[in-house]
């Protein structure tokens, strides 16, 4: 009997991306991001003489970086980036929560989730120096303290000061904040709400025993898409910091401009190492959340 | 299967009264006009199919959805109408199940004594003893994804029991369970209710379902009551032609009354006379036009004088159809009447092309024609 030709079958994965496809993203991400990462932490492992690396292991730069005064920036920058985060919390939760649950109107819900996408369209620093007018000597703010009699001279720390900072970093990461809160609501079935409901709970016992529990992964997603990239945001503190409030990212700015290379790679991988340490810290705390919810 | 007379017969006090009650969405009615009490330790259940208003009238009975407008809304003699879901002593066990995911089964028992701040060795204490209750002795520390759908619903149970509420109610919770797990939990349900004596508010759009657990049954249409009664009363007397179709009377014929003789009501089917008995609520007159119906399973084949005496029903028929089912023969027979429609028992070896059938006039009911 004639044999037909069996046609020749591979695996292929469910993706459709064949072992070639992988090394090629494999290959691009390595020399894209690994290989720059790499030399950054060579980098900070060498010494500058008259402009010229000194191919020789050495800690200088990680001693000059403590001795330079740069760990009170790091204390600052953490700690703007903590309070605008717990604001962000403060205002982002109960705002999810009635978007995703309080509100049953579509055209609501859409104007909304567009009114939180279209300052994306503008650039950060447009958005940021419209405070500049705001919250100068001459702004409505201080013109409207002066006139109801509350102080008689202007407030000269409402500008140029880490409370312009906060106040400038609140909006951009507001939606970073609400966009993963708003979808671990979502989710979260009726059901359930009108059960705790029935059982007696009021809403503040359901808000504590079973929203919050059951939308922590959207905390921690929320968590990660603002306090990190915040540590690395050098534009509103410049701007609105005007040269008093100076941040990690601004420091690593001002290294390179003055080209001390190798300090300024000892402060990026510094930077990196406090954001990997919190991603982490924050994955072990809710991959052990998520464990006993569902085991 | 259960029979009534071993259903225990509920106290004559009302333990839930509504009167008057209307609930609109918008511009859509959903409830118009209902009036219900349930005694105490009853079994009731509300009977309809989806978009009926049985789930909203549930609700509104649980507090989750507040009524448009109600005359009188009592629980247990207290005035209820506005009193949200978290302060009625009545706990639902939804279609769902409505469990905690992020907690254990123990933990989902416990959520209402948890709101209620009853210490922790307590309620895990009773939360146990309501767990061996529903016989899931030790699911204690169970996540609930491990569950099967069975065993979900008797933790759904438990949560509500545990609270001892004044009335439990069940938004179609068999509704999600295979045919034989439903037939289990049916007989559960009513040994769990006859054991603990609590008031079983039932919702479901499965007339076997009503038939085989309730002490009454409200049934509902287009959100109104359109007949209420024992199960007997609604599987044998409809009183209107929703609730003879809803109920399964599979052979309804439009018709005129001919003559009245006390309950028993004359009629005429295309020029044929037949007999029944009048269940509507409004007095008949002769000439009205009127619905006549009779269960498929109530026709029986004449043989030699008939067996159902002088006075029955009797047509010869024609063979038009018939559909072999296991237990039972479904015959479809062209007669005098009509189209008349035979669910046959015993008789499906002998059948010829042409016979007589006949049932019963008190098996017959003659109802209003809308």
Do not use: C
Request: charged fraction near 20%; avoid cysteine.
């Amino acid at each position: 009997m004639a044999t037909a030709s069996v046609p020749f079958t591979r695996f292929i994965s469910p993706s459709g991306v064949g072992p070639l496809g992988v090394s090629a993203v494999l290959g691009a991400w390595t020399l894209i991001v690994i290989l720059p990462l790499l030399g950054l932490v060579l980098w900070s492992f060498l010494k500058l003489e008259n402009f010229q690396l000194v191919w020789e292991p050495t800690l200088q730069a990680y001693r000059d970086l403590l001795s330079s005064g740069r760990w009170e920036v790091t204390v600052r920058t953490l700690r703007i980036a903590a309070i605008v985060t717990l604001i962000e919390l403060a205002l982002a939760v109960p705002f999810a929560v009635w978007l995703a649950k309080g509100t049953r109107s579509v055209p609501v819900k859409v104007i909304t989730l567009a009114a939180l996408t279209i300052p994306f369209f503008l650039s950060l620093s447009a958005r940021t120096i419209v405070w500049r007018a705001v919250l100068g000597l001459n702004g409505p703010i201080n013109s409207a303290l002066m006139s109801l009699g509350l102080i008689d001279q202007p407030l000269d720390w409402l500008l140029f000061s880490e409370f312009a900072v906060i106040v400038g970093l609140i909006g951009p990461y507001f939606p970073p904040m609400v966009f993963p809160l708003y979808l671990a609501v979502t989710l979260i079935g009726d059901e359930l709400l009108a059960a705790s409901k029935d059982l007696g709970a009021s809403p503040a016992f359901t808000f504590r025993h079973v929203i919050l529990p059951l939308a922590l992964p959207g905390l921690g997603a929320g968590f990660i898409f603002t306090f990190i990239p915040m540590i690395g945001d050098p534009v509103v503190p410049e701007l609105l910091g005007g040269g008093q409030v100076v941040v990690l990212a601004s420091s690593v700015k001002s290294l390179l401009q003055v080209l001390n290379y190798t300090v300024a790679a000892a402060l990026s991988v510094f930077m990196l190492a406090i954001m990997v340490g919190l991603a982490a810290i924050l994955a072990l705390v809710l991959r052990g959340r998520v464990r006993r919810q569902s085991t | 299967m259960t029979e009534t007379s071993e259903k225990p017969a509920p106290a004559s006090e009302d333990i839930l009264a509504i009167e008057h009650l209307h609930h609109r969405y918008g511009n859509v009615t959903a409830l118009k006009d209902v009036s219900l009490t349930v005694g105490r330790g009853e079994f009731l259940t509300l009977l309809g199919s989806s978009g009926s208003g049985k789930s909203t009238l549930l609700r509104m009975i649980a507090g989750l959805e507040m009524p448009t407008s109600v005359g009188i809304f009592t629980l247990e003699g207290r005035p209820m109408a506005q009193v949200p879901a978290n302060h009625r002593n009545v706990s639902t066990v939804f279609q769902h199940y409505g469990l905690f995911p992020h907690l254990s089964v123990g933990q989902n028992v416990e959520y209402g004594l948890h709101v209620r701040k009853v210490p922790v060795p307590e309620r895990r204490r009773q939360a146990e003893e309501m767990l061996r209750l529903v016989k899931l002795d030790d699911m204690y520390g169970r996540p609930i994804h491990a569950l099967s759908g069975g065993q979900r619903q008797r933790v759904a149970l438990a949560r509500s029991l545990v609270l001892k509420p004044a009335i439990l109610l069940l938004d179609e919770p068999l509704g999600a369970l295979d045919e034989k797990l439903r037939l289990e939990m049916q007989i559960e349900l009513l040994s769990l209710h006859r054991t603990l004596g609590m008031t079983f508010v039932y919702v479901t759009h499965s007339q076997e379902e009503a038939l085989t657990m309730s002490h009454r049954i409200l049934l509902m249409s287009n959100g109104e009551i359109v007949q209420e009664g024992r199960p007997e009363d609604l599987f044998d007397r409809p009183n209107n032609r929703f609730a003879a179709e809803f109920m399964g009377m599979e052979n309804i014929f439009t018709a005129k009354i001919t003559g009245i003789d006390g309950g028993m009501i004359s009629v005429t089917v295309n020029g044929a006379l037949l007999r029944g008995l009048w269940t509507g609520k409004a007095q008949p007159r002769i000439g009205d036009p009127v619905a006549v119906a009779f269960r498929s399973e109530k026709v029986k084949l004449v043989r030699d004088k008939g067996a159902l005496g002088g006075d029955a029903n009797r047509f010869e028929a024609t063979l038009k159809s018939r559909v072999y089912k296991g237990k039972y023969l479904d015959v479809v027979a062209a007669s005098a009447l009509g189209d008349v429609r035979l669910r046959l028992w015993d008789d499906h070896v002998v059948l010829s092309d042409q016979f007589k059938i006949e049932w019963r006039p008190t098996n017959t009911v003659v109802i209003p024609i809308d």
